[in-house]
């Protein structure tokens, strides 16, 4: 049985019942922020925030992932969403006063919405 052989039995209980919550953060706790792990991290920390939706660890971890990989927001929704529950830390206010969002994305959204 090779090193990885226990995670991919336990990605694959995951599968088998979605609801395990201990056997989902087991993993988290596994993968930590290591960036080869962000697809698995990013599915798994979906799941926890559809049954909670400001679970803090798991929004603070989406916001890294997404700065870190350059996505067009660069996790700002996550910070805003941290913010919201009470849980964002300086650093992270810090990040979200830097991280405004560009006048043609802001313009893109309400264009999209029909209105200012």
Known sequence: MTRAAPWVAFEKALEADP??????ELLLERYGDDPQYDALVRQHRTMVLQEEPLHAPSLRALANIDARTGARDGGRR???????????????????????PKAEDRAGRLARRGGP
């Open 19 to 24: 609801a395990r919550r201990p056997l989902r």
């Open 78 to 100: 996550f910070l805003e969403l941290l913010a919201v529950a009470g849980k964002i830390t300086d650093e992270e206010r810090h990040r979200l006063a830097h991280n405004v």
